[in-house]
């Protein structure tokens, strides 16, 4: 049942960082939006975030990749936190319309959890026993 969750999950993930990358040049404006005005040439920075989360999303499907982009999620997720963090702060809204500070501040944990997600599913999916249960095991 584990590796089919961790399947489907890793799907999942590969669809969204996809879509959301392609939005990056669909429709960059909200994520110029976001961006920290200490970050320089921010439409550039939008694209090139755009093309690692294409790339990496994409880099979960072949298993010969699956735990370097599961890595590389996990960077690029540091990597984007500021401009997360800069709109809560802020008050800034990606839409430009106004957004409940509650809104922006609850986004904010969802980055450890997608870091996690990243760094589950890229795994080998090998499952590697720890030392107590080696131990029990041998109490058989």
């Known amino acids: 049942m584990k590796p089919l969750v961790r399947t489907g ?5 590969t669809v969204a960082m996809v879509a959301v990358g392609i939005a990056h040049f669909a429709n960059p ?36 990749t699956r735990v370097l982009a599961g890595y590389g999620l996990v960077a ?6 500021p401009a997360n ?9 990606p839409t430009g319309e106004p957004i ?16 996690l997600l990243a760094w589950w599913v890229g795994g080998d999916g090998a499952t590697k026993p720890d030392a107590v249960s080696q131990s029990v095991s041998h109490l058989d």
Not at 9 to 13: E, T
Not at 76 to 81: I, S
């Open 29 to 64: 404006a909200p994520f110029v939006a976001i961006m920290p005005p200490f970050i320089p040439f921010h439409l550039a920075m939008v694209y090139l975030s755009g093309v690692f989360e294409i790339a990496l999303g994409l880099a979960l499907i072949p298993k010969q």
């Open 9 to 13: 999950a890793r799907w999942l993930l």
């Open 100 to 115: 409940a500070p509650w809104i922006a501040w609850a986004r904010l944990p969802l980055q450890p959890l997608l870091m």
């Open 85 to 93: 963090l800069y709109m809560a702060v802020a008050g800034i809204s």
């Open 76 to 81: 690029l997720y540091v990597a984007v936190f």
